[in-house]
């Protein structure tokens, strides 16, 4: 069974940073993309980051550019989410989602909060 | 402001049927697949249709899904009250290089 098992979201001040985790299981990691995506309190969802499988492929959208970083462990089974200069509108559940073409798969999120 | 529009929500009674479009441009649905994703209410989302028409393994095929030019659209047959949630379009935009999800709708069984 697919897994994966978000982490390390919490309430963190504002200009602060924070890093999450996305630990899988249950298919071979190092085969497949993974993306971030966050969903603001009653808002829809945000594509926010894409890697490839090797980590030789990033992408990332213009709000969080420059701002985030994303990465992975293949050893590990493991994606990276390190967020920096956080402001109030990153404040959201931040979910990861495997595959380039479509989010095959999803974690149940983890809620970050920025607080003034 | 997304590059996918749908409709903020549609409704139909139990039963019935209801479509949900996706309207974008040519860097994104008209020249990549578009994928649906079903979110019921305090759950993370789940994919729906991929590849514009074809269902992942235990999707009912109540949910269809097809594309034309720069539109998409996905039905819903034999509406149930489970089938209450928000539903998201979403393709990858060539032009940006970004991944884009539709504004969402939410479908209400009356």
């Known amino acids: 069974e697919v897994q994966l098992v978000e982490s390390g979201g919490g309430l963190v001040q504002r200009g602060g940073s924070l890093r999450l985790s996305c630990v899988a299981s249950?298919?071979?990691?190092?085969?497949?993309?993974l993306n971030w995506v966050r969903q603001a309190p009653g808002k829809g969802l945000e594509w926010i980051s894409y890697?490839?499988?090797?980590?030789?492929?990033?992408y990332y959208a213009d709000s969080v550019k420059g701002r985030f970083t994303v990465s992975r462990d293949n050893a590990k089974n493991s994606l990276f989410l390190q967020l920096n200069s956080l402001r109030d509108e990153d404040t959201a559940v931040y979910y990861c989602?495997?595959?380039?073409?479509?989010?095959?798969?999803w974690g149940q999120g983890t809620p970050v909060t920025v607080s003034s | 402001q997304s590059l996918l529009t749908q409709p903020p929500s549609v409704s139909a009674a139990p039963g019935q049927k209801v479509t949900i479009s996706c309207s974008g441009r040519?860097?994104?649905?008209?020249?990549?697949?578009v994928s649906w994703y079903q979110q019921l209410p305090g759950t993370a989302p789940k994919l729906l249709i991929f590849?514009?028409?074809d269902r992942p393994s235990g999707i009912p095929d109540r949910f269809s899904g097809s594309k034309s030019g720069t539109s998409a659209t996905l039905g819903i047959t034999g509406l149930q009250t489970g089938d209450e949630a928000d539903y998201y379009c979403?393709?990858?935009?060539?032009?940006?290089?970004?991944?884009?999800f539709g504004t969402g709708t939410k479908v209400t069984v009356l």
């Open positions: 989602a495997r595959d380039r073409e479509q989010m095959t798969y």
């Open positions: 249950g298919f071979m990691f190092s085969s497949h993309g």
């Open positions: 890697i490839s499988s090797s980590g030789n492929t990033i």
């Open positions: 040519r860097s994104n649905i008209g020249n990549n697949y």
């Open positions: 590849e514009n028409s």
């Open positions: 979403g393709t990858w935009d060539s032009s940006l290089g970004v991944y884009v």
